[in-house]
């Protein structure tokens, strides 16, 4: 089964850039993880969850949407309904250690049927080449065969099974931008 689906500008720089811009204005909040209930633990994940404000979460999720038969096709997998998009930053130092996305949890049992993951990334890594925004924060997922490391550039869409293991590395400086969704099982 094939374990990732890239897609290269799957958004626009531009649409990166008001994306990233309506961050810096949004609500935030620390990220949680699930665990034996939905928490903050800085030990696991440190994170921020923002909530832009106006129409474009509705316009990541319509783009997100687009993907579905794309997505559904290389993985494949059959795909029911999408979560509903999620935009997080790391700042310097934030991480999130090995987990998977798919789990179950009587505090939120949707977990549970979350099928695959989208990563899509606002912003470049310096490791993508010089001009990045920041350092570190690489998606890596932890294969049967071998670990596969995603180095963030900007309008990068990345699809994988919500249960496979994987973790975003340090980042070292800078601040790294990143909008997640979920398609659940069909």
Do not use: K
């Not at 500008?9 to 609500?27: K, N, Y």
């Not at 979460?57 to 319509?62: F, K, N, R, S, Y």
């Amino acid at each position: 089964m094939p374990p990732l689906f890239q897609q290269e500008r799957f958004l626009s720089l531009d649409d990166c850039l008001a994306a990233r811009r309506a961050m810096d204005v949004g609500e935030s909040e620390d990220a949680e993880i699930l665990a034996e209930g939905i928490h903050v633990q800085t030990t696991i994940r440190r994170a921020a969850l923002i909530e832009p404000a106006g129409s474009l979460v509705d316009g990541i999720g319509a783009q997100l949407e687009s993907c579905r038969s794309r997505v559904a096709a290389s993985l494949r997998i059959p795909l029911g309904e999408r979560e509903g998009a999620s935009f997080i930053r790391y700042l310097p130092g934030g991480f999130y250690r090995p987990h998977r996305d798919r789990g179950t949890d009587p505090e939120w049992e949707l977990a549970a049927r979350r099928a695959v993951a989208l990563v899509l990334f606002l912003n470049t890594s310096r490791d993508a080449g010089a001009g990045g925004d920041f350092d570190g924060g690489v998606l890596r997922l932890f294969m049967s065969h071998q670990d596969v490391d995603v180095i963030p550039e900007a309008g990068l869409l990345v699809a994988f099974r919500a249960d496979a293991l994987h973790e975003v590395t340090e980042v070292r400086g800078g601040i790294r931008d990143a909008v997640v969704d979920w398609f659940y099982d069909a």
